[in-house]
């Protein structure tokens, strides 16, 4: 049984498997609120293809966040083909290894973006160096177990989420981050981790990167009003899930029989 706290030395695959590997956690118990408690439970089931935009950010989130990982983990591209024998057998044994192979192009891309991020960090937050990275939280502060992995955190001081985005323009990311529910998440992820660490953190932001030319970073702190908004939208999905898991009702959308066109149309 995980008991709540702080694990600052978990690593990833350990977060994803074993009885870590059975909590919720935003990814999934979001989408209550984003979505439905059904399109919830198809992600916690592990249902959700994983798309080549996500594979990229894994990528800069490594090289930003772990760069020995991202070095140990992300190879060069076998020159031989897919398709030849060789090629097959030689792609067959990096993916054994648990190696990455990326092209030339795309990690001039991953690490262009880690490095405008990285800059923008150094710039704005120059404590961020001795804030904890990658860190594991297990936490019943909504009324059932569960995890959390923050990105990077300074107990008291901040919770920042990278995010990347093709669009990194302010009408973009801002409804990219109602939309997915990113002010939720990153609020959810403060709770979680001040009701471990006994600490009132009052900053929580979005480092957005942008994946598409050119690629430059910006940080965005949420407002006292946002994060209220968030902290609401966090109790509301980690209820939703609550309710479902304990009713076994995980609901559709509900789906209106006529539609309007949207305000801003």
């Known amino acids: 049984m995980i008991a709540p706290g702080i694990y600052p030395d978990l690593p990833e695959a350990g977060y994803r498997s074993g009885e870590w590997d059975s909590l919720p956690s935003w990814s999934s118990v979001g989408r209550c609120v984003t979505a439905s408690p059904m399109h919830a439970r198809h992600a916690f089931d592990g249902s959700v293809t994983v798309s080549p935009a996500m594979r ?3 990528a800069i989130h490594a090289a930003l966040l772990e760069p ?25 044994a990096l993916e054994a290894a648990g190696l990455i192979p990326v092209s030339a192009d795309e990690r001039a891309v991953i690490e262009a973006c880690a490095n405008a991020a990285r800059d ?14 990658e860190v594991s939280v297990a936490s019943e502060h909504y009324g059932i177990l569960g995890k959390a992995r923050l990105d990077i955190a300074s107990p008291g001081e901040f919770v920042i989420d990278p995010k990347t985005t ?6 973009a990311i801002q409804r990219a981050c109602f939309n997915r529910g990113y002010a939720g998440q990153v609020c959810s992820y403060r709770a979680m981790l001040d009701a471990e660490a006994s600490t009132d953190t009052p900053r929580v932001g979005l480092l957005w990167i942008s994946t598409t030319a050119p690629h430059f970073a910006a940080l965005t702190w949420l407002s006292e009003d946002y994060q209220r ?21 995980w609901a559709p959308p509900v789906i209106p029989t006529t539609i309007d066109a949207p305000k801003w149309a």
Do not use: I, Q
């Open 56 to 58: 990229r950010g894994s």
């Open 68 to 92: 020995e990982v991202y070095a140990a983990r992300y190879v060069d591209e076998p020159e031989a083909s897919k398709r030849s024998k060789a090629g097959k057998e030689e792609w067959a």
């Open 120 to 133: 923008v960090l150094d710039r704005e937050v120059p404590s961020w160096t001795m804030a904890m990275r």
């Open 166 to 171: 093709f669009d990194l323009t302010p009408n």
């Open 229 to 249: 908004r968030g902290d609401k939208m966090a109790r509301n999905a980690w209820s939703a899930w609550r309710e479902a898991t304990e009713t076994g009702v």
